[in-house]
């Protein structure tokens, strides 16, 4: 039997929220952040978890957490994930056992980019230090990553 959840991930830098919660008003479901989740769960933001416990921790948490959804039997709900969560196995697993969308497909690596460079609470270290020439690098390094995972889903 399949479940009634959409998860929504997508490329850093899509507009991933602004999708999962545009399909849940659209299906008439309930919209779900992981990561409000996790925050309400663990009392520390996202970024937090990471610079104190690294990007390891904050991974272990999203599985927990999508572990606790699928235990629970909700349905009728949309899911918004982080940009990174594909790369867990575990995370991934639970994922596609249900619908996902990946938001920022029509999106050029530029505007991606563009909106990435200006968010302020991204855990994403590289795009907090360093120059705009060695963040720009390690986003392009990040942004083939995905298009590799995203291609073979």
Known sequence: MKKNLI???GFLGAPIE?????????NGWDFLSVDDEIQK????????????????EYRNKEYETLQN???SGRTGLVICCSDGILHDDMSRA?????ELVIAGRDMTREQLWE???KLETSYH??????????????FNDFYERQCQLFSSI
């Open 7 to 9: 998860f929504v991930t």
């Open 18 to 26: 602004e999708t999962a919660r545009q399909l849940a008003e659209k």
């Open 41 to 56: 769960t663990d009392g520390r933001s996202i970024m937090r978890i990471c610079m104190m416990m690294g990007e390891h």
């Open 69 to 71: 959804i699928a235990d």
């Open 94 to 98: 639970i994922i596609m056992e249900n």
């Open 115 to 117: 909106n990435a460079s």
């Open 125 to 138: 270290a590289f795009l907090h230090f360093g120059t705009e020439e060695e963040r720009r690098k390690a």
